[in-house]
């Protein structure tokens, strides 16, 4: 049997644009992704529906896989012949063992490669407003385990040269022992008051830092309640972040918005929020497989003139002729009149040579509503006299969206649930329910925001409860608001 390609791939520090195109590439190829826990989960989005996942998450103290059992994962669905994905958070060469796992391949003989990311170190520094060298405060840096192999945890390093020889020093997973981190550097020749750092999720909207000095950044730390993950600077260089600092304390700092759609309508919505500070989550979270089967052909043969065929979307006028391709069936033969639902519907009709009219399903005495389930749910709220509908297209959920979806909230990327239009809400409750997801955890952990009161009356139809918001006021306001769940009346 042929063996298969194994690819590490640094997933980078937690802003989901800094993956590499290479990497996502990769990705979106795998049969097999092996993730840990530093990694955003939102990639996970970015995988097939078929592509098995595995979580190898490790946590202090609590290790999901042991790293033997993660070299044989990856070893065992290699020799099977499938591309895998090993996705570390960062880049997998620093601090991420991948030295360990590419040998293992090498003595069997398993084809890798291996796609580098943007580490913590680097990103993080930069994301505070700090840049790791500069020409007058730092000629040289290095990057530091911040724990070891002693008996007590403690980094095992040579303090001396470390102290007298490195003008920036940026320490990983050090946390736990900063202030055995600060004492020795102090000790070995550091000054006191030398400039220090740590940052908390870097690159996330939930980004902190903390500013201090040796003698002072421990107890700063204690205070602020940092834990991991976070990076520890040290150097003269994290002066600048007075005069450099670019990403924090934006009005939307801290806060991760899940949008349960991806359309071009919220294309400068979302670019609003992001410009504004906020991690946004953007995404389909149904899939759309075809139905069409004996009962959907048998329902197009028997149109009549009588009635009247109306496109819900660009998507149902493509499935619908492939239905009639597949089947035998000429378009020429259906007398029914033809409406588009919109303009953008019409055009694509009359790009294929089919003249019809924009639809005012109120003025129409029969129609046929012609799209996906989804979509059709919406219009009935809106038409609930109307009584033929042909379902072209129906909706599954993918175990990576299901995956994706609770560990963004589990892991508390995201606080605010965005809704822009019924649709949405529709697709959100069918998620729901087909996921198996308890509503109480999205409704207990999220702010559900919305626009439009039809959008709310479905929310809260399902028992997800909402509130409005007065008309005129400013969203960023809604969403920067944590003790309040919110609608936005269109």
């Given amino acids: 049997m042929k063996s298969g390609m194994v690819y590490f791939v640094g997933a980078g520090p937690g802003d989901i644009d800094l993956i590499t195109v290479k990497g996502k590439q990769a990705l979106q190829e795998a049969d097999v992704v092996i993730f840990d826990r530093l990694i955003n989960p939102f990639l996970l989005t970015a995988v097939r529906d078929d592509a098995k996942l595995i979580y190898c998450g490790k946590q202090p103290c609590k ?156 107890n700063k730390v204690k205070q602020a309640n940092i834990t991991n993950p976070a990076i520890i600077v040290v150097g003269d260089v994290a002066k600048l972040r007075s005069k450099l600092a670019w990403f924090d304390n934006k009005q939307l700092s801290g806060r991760g918005v899940l949008i349960p759609s991806k359309t071009e309508m919220n294309q400068q919505l979302v670019k609003s929020l992001k410009v504004n500070g906020a991690d946004v989550y953007e995404h389909n979270l149904l899939t759309q497989v075809e139905n069409i089967g004996s009962e959907q052909v048998n329902q197009i043969t028997q149109l009549s003139k009588e009635q009247q065929l109306v496109f819900l979307s660009t998507q149902s006028v493509y499935t619908f002729l492939r239905a009639l391709g597949e089947n035998d069936l000429d378009l020429r033969k259906i007398e029914s009149p033809i409406y588009a639902i919109d303009n953008a519907v019409k055009a694509t009709l009359q790009m294929l040579g089919i003249q019809s009219s924009l639809a005012s399903i109120c003025e129409l005495q029969s129609p046929v509503l012609i799209g996906g389930d989804v979509e059709i749910e919406s219009m009935r709220l809106e038409y609930p006299k109307w009584k033929e509908e042909l379902v072209l297209t129906k909706h599954k959920v993918s175990q990576k969206d299901i995956e994706a979806f609770n560990r963004l909230i589990e892991e ?41 009161i039809e959008t709310s009356l479905i929310l809260e139809a399902a028992k997800i409860p909402v509130k409005r918001f007065r008309e005129g006021e400013n969203i960023m306001t809604v969403i920067r608001e944590e003790e309040t769940v919110l609608a936005v009346e269109s």
Avoid at 130 to 159: C, L, M, Q, Y
Avoid at 172 to 191: A, P
């Fill in 412 to 452: 508390q990327h995201v606080n605010t649930l965005l809704v822009t239009s019924s649709k949405e809400a529709i697709q959100l409750v069918t998620f729901l329910k087909l996921s198996g997801i308890e509503k109480d955890s999205v409704i207990n952990t999220l702010n559900v925001v919305c626009r439009g």
């Fill in 63 to 218: 290790h999901t896989l042991r790293q033997e059992d993660i070299q044989k994962e990856i070893l065992i669905h290699a020799r099977k012949g499938k591309t895998v994905v090993r996705l570390k958070g960062g880049d997998p060469a620093v601090f991420g063992r991948v030295g360990e796992e590419v040998e293992l391949l090498a003595e069997h003989r398993i084809a890798y490669e291996i796609i580098p990311g943007i580490t913590a170190g680097i990103a993080a520094t930069m994301y505070s407003g700090v840049p790791i060298t500069h020409r007058k405060h730092s000629n040289s840096f290095a990057v530091v385990t911040g724990h070891g192999s002693k008996d007590d945890g403690t980094p095992n390093v040579e303090w001396g040269p470390l102290a007298k020889g490195v003008e920036t020093i940026v320490f990983y997973m050090g946390v736990k022992h900063l202030r055995t981190i600060t004492t020795e550097l102090i000790k070995n020749g550091k000054e006191k008051d030398t400039a220090a750092l740590v940052v908390q999720w870097g690159t996330y909207s939930k980004q902190r830092t903390v500013e201090g000095s040796l003698a002072t950044i421990a």
